[in-house]
């Protein structure tokens, strides 16, 4: 058990994650932030993970020492908690709450073990999700307000899931399949998730 005794600096911890919703979180500029150590951050965020009021999506690596160095983001349960202004970071966060519930029902009623990453390489290029089951990608996914830019599907290609990678967005009510992609509507993909 975590004994709290700073609420003021968790409370601005909160604020601080609730503004980095959807990039890859520093303990140590967290904790310079706040004010308190890098290993505070850490028992802090376990123990708001523990009490849901945030979960972690883990780079995805086919190592588990690459996976330790790199760095988690943190999304929220309660999507209200980012605030308005960061639009798109609400609309990553939906979309996070939404695989995640996803994975839980395959694992609660079908016994599949399933987790949620992200994909990130050295050059930069990210993947918003990989929805891995089983120890198996199955599924890429990037988030978009609306369909603009390439999204980084390409970079990943080895990554290889066993379905088309899809771009959700929000604000386009259209959909594409491209030659190795599909472009969804966020609303109406998502409602068909078993959950």
């Known amino acids: 058990m975590v004994v709290i005794q700073d609420i003021k600096s968790l409370e601005y911890l ?16 967290l904790a310079e932030d706040v004010g308190v150590s890098a290993p505070t951050i850490k028992r802090w965020i376990t123990t708001l993970e523990s009490i849901f009021v945030i979960f ?3 780079p995805w690596t086919r190592r588990i020492k690459g996976s330790l160095l790199k760095q988690p983001k943190v999304y929220f349960f309660d999507t209200a908690r980012i605030p308005e202004s960061l639009e798109s970071a609400r609309f990553e966060n939906l979309v996070a709450c939404s695989l995640l519930k996803h994975q839980q029902f395959l694992e609660d009623t079908r016994g599949i073990k399933g987790s949620v990453h992200y994909l990130r390489n050295k ?6 999700f990989l929805v891995v089951e ?15 830019d390439d999204p980084n599907f390409g970079a990943f290609s080895s990554v290889n899931p066993r379905n088309r990678p899809v771009l959700l967005t929000r604000n386009d009510g259209r959909e594409l399949s491209h030659k190795t ?10 409602a068909k998730l078993d959950a």
Do not use: F, H
């Open 134 to 148: 089983k120890n198996i990608p199955t599924l890429m996914v990037e988030c978009k307000l609306s369909a603009s």
């Open 181 to 190: 992609w599909d472009l969804k509507n966020a609303a109406a993909w998502l």
């Open 14 to 29: 909160v604020d601080r994650l609730a503004a980095q919703v959807g990039s890859p979180i520093s303990y140590q500029s």
């Open 56 to 58: 972690t999506v883990q």
């Open 123 to 128: 050059q930069g290029k990210e993947v918003d």
